[in-house]
Structures are given as C-alpha cells and as structure tokens.
C-alpha cells in the first residue's frame, strides 16, 4: 500500500507535537508545509531535515498544488474552520487540533462540510488514549456506578495563564474554557457517552488575565480566565463545570462521578501551579461503594503511561481511519456537544441567566 501523504496547515507550537507523531509512522509520507507567516512553515520542514518538502503561505494554493491524503489543521482556534472547509473540499481527511471551533456555528459548518465531502475530519483529543481515562469509562460504562446523575469536573490550575496567540480574542476566541475547559468537558461526556447538553447557566472572569501583577501581558489579555458552569444533560445527569487558567487556589476540586450505586473519585497527580486540567494523567481513582451495608473505599490500581505517548496515539488512529477507511477516531457527533456548552457558557456568563443549548 502507498504511504499516506500529509500535509501540516498551521507550523506554530503543536505542530511540532504532530510532526514528532507522523515522523515515527512509517506509513506516512510528509508532503508540505504552510503557514501564513513568511518563512515559518520552511524553517518548521527544515528543523526536522525535511529540506525538499515545499512550504506554502497559503492553504488553498498548498491543496491545488500537492494534493495530499490528508492534512493536520495546527492553527490557532480563529483559523481552525476556513482551514478545514478548505482541506475537505479539496477531498482531504482532517485531524483537526482541540477546541473544534470558538463558535457552535462554525462547528456546525465543519459537520456539513464533512457530511458533503465524505472524508475524516477528527478532533484532537489526545488524552482520550490514556489508559486511566480508558480506565474510568469501563468503568462508569459497566454499570458499577448505576446511573450517573450528576457529575464535577473539579481541577484547574492556581498559575498556568500561557502566553503566544492563546489570550489574543481574534486568534484563540475563547481562553481557558476552550483551551482546557474542552479536556474536562470531553472527559466528563465520553466517560458517559456523551449525552446531549440541554441548558447552560455559567460565569466567566478575566481577574488575572486582566491584571500586571499576576500577568505580565495584562494589557494584550482579552480572553476569560477561570470559569463555571451549571449544565443540564439529557439523561437527567447535571454537570458541574469549573475551569481555571489562574485563581487564589490548587484545585476547584476533584473529578466525580456520583451514581445512584456507587461514586467515582477521580484526582490530579499534583496540586502545582500548573496541574490538573484534564489534559493529562490522572493521579488515583477511587470507587465510592457500600460493601455489606458499609461505605467502603477502593483504589483502583492505575496503569502506567507516558503522557507523551499519548499525541502519538491520537495521530496514529487518525493515520490508521483514513488508510483502513474507518471511522474518525473522535468524531465531530460527539464534539458537536463539546463545543455547544462552550458556546452555551460564552453566551450565558454575557447575558448573565441561564440559556438553551442550540443545537
Ligand atoms: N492537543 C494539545 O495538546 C494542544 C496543545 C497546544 C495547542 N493546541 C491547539 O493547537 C492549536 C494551535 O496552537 P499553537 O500553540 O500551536 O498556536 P501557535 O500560535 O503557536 O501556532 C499556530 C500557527 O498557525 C498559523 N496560522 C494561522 N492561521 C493560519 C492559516 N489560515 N493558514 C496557515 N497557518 C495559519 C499561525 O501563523 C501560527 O504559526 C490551537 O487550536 C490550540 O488549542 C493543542
């Protein structure tokens, strides 16, 4: 079988983590490179000895003239969907980087796209292949819980506001919510498979962001920094939703699970500056049970993992869908639900009531 020729849109920081992944599948065959910054995407090809692989500074043109298999959109959230539409019409398979979109409706222009052009398109969740993740929803999924009802998200982090294109409004569109606010949410929902969202009452706060003496970019800062959310699912099952880019605090709290059998308590592996925003590996598992009558406690033994691993996985399964003609790995179905709450929390913390989830 020929090698799958890719393409990387987008050669800023996590491009790297996509070129590490693609260059270790012997199946795949890079083909080009673009980005809208002169000279970026060859100095990008470059580091990695691709000297011959031709770089572009802009998408359509890169599609017309090398049509690849397949292509990686790495750009900031504001590009994510022209780059995709454009990669699907050219009948290219995409691995399209987390979050979907900043708004639901450009999320649900990809789907449309994706229905009409009958290719991939696949959102970048890497921690889906984390085998404690995997862990936790065997075991909601096999009933030890009974009906989860209602569910914490917990986490964040106390200093963790990054830097780059991810606090600019026009690039990133969306800050901590969408930036690791969608790893909590795509925990909480594929853990119980990923019900429909109905309401959304949340708040958002900008109070580090904003401020030079905890962010040195204050005055370029326009995105939210911490929020909460309070979101009605279609199964009768409550998400309590936080997230934090920086707050006076460790942790909002951990992740749980509360079943009408039994309870899940899922925890970060520290409590530093920087930990516990779902992106990651989790530190301990606890079922919550009564045994004979008795609360009980039990540890569920962790399995170990590299987190590295991790992105790794994620490219292969989209490498190994589009040559086997299988289904996208994380499929926008279900993202479709991930990106409405975000939207459901942009809109209720600016109207200040709860909303309808628009789907
Ligand atoms: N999965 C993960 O672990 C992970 C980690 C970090 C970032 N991300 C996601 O990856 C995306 C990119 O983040 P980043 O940190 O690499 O950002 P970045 O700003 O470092 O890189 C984005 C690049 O895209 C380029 N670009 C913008 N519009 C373009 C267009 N129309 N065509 C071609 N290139 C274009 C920019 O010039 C820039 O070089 C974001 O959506 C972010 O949420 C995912």
Redesign the pocket.
Same mark, same amino acid.
């Given at each position: 079988m020929e090698k799958t020729r890719i393409a990387i $849109?987008?050669? %800023?920081?996590?491009?790297n983590?996509h070129m590490r992944a693609y260059l270790e599948i012997p199946e795949v065959e890079i083909v080009a490179g673009?980005? $809208?910054?002169p000279g970026?995407a060859r100095e990008y090809l470059d580091r990695y000895g691709l000297t011959k692989v031709p770089d572009f500074e802009d998408?359509e043109e890169m599609l017309k003239v090398i049509k690849p298999d397949a292509v990686s959109v790495?750009?900031?959230?504001s590009?994510?969907k $022209?780059?995709t539409l454009q990669a699907l019409a050219a009948g290219c398979h995409v691995l399209l980087?987390?979050?979907m979109s900043i708004t639901l409706d450009e999320a649900k222009e990809m789907v449309r796209a994706e229905k009409q052009a009958g290719k991939i398109l696949t959102i %970048?969740?890497?921690p889906r292949f984390d085998a404690n993740s995997k862990k936790v929803k065997e075991i909601v999924q096999s009933g030890a819980l009974g009906d989860v009802y209602y569910i914490q998200t917990g986490g964040g982090r106390r200093r963790g506001i990054p830097g780059?294109?991810?606090i600019d409004k026009d690039?990133?569109g969306v800050g901590a919510l969408?930036?690791i606010g969608c790893y909590a949410l795509d925990f909480a929902l594929n853990t119980i498979g990923y019900p429909k969202p109905l309401t959304v009452s949340a708040v958002a706060f900008d109070y580090f962001g904003k401020n030079p003496k905890y962010y040195p970019e204050a005055e370029r800062f326009s995105v939210d920094d911490f929020s909460a959310a309070f979101v009605r699912l279609e199964n009768s099952c409550v998400l309590d939703f936080r997230m934090s880019w920086a707050m006076h605090m460790d942790t909002t709290g951990d992740f749980i699970f509360l079943g009408k059998d039994a309870g899940l308590k899922v925890q970060q592996p520290h409590f530093e500056l920087w930990g516990g925003a779902w992106?990651g590996p989790i530190g301990k598992i606890t079922l919550m049970h009564d045994v004979f009558g008795k609360p009980t406690s039990t540890n569920i033994p962790l399995e170990k993992m590299e987190k590295s691993n991790l992105?790794y996985q994620k490219v292969k399964a989209f490498v190994d869908a589009v040559r086997t003609g299988g289904e996208a790995p994380i499929p926008t179905s279900q993202i479709i639900y991930n990106q409405a709450i975000i939207d459901g929390i942009i809109r209720s913390a600016a109207c200040g009531h709860e909303v309808e989830v628009d789907l």
């Open positions: $849109i987008g050669t %800023g920081g996590i491009a983590a673009v980005d $809208i910054i970026k998408t790495c750009t900031y959230n590009a994510h $022209i780059c980087e987390k979050p %970048g969740f890497q780059r294109t991810f690039k990133a969408a930036d992106d992105f």
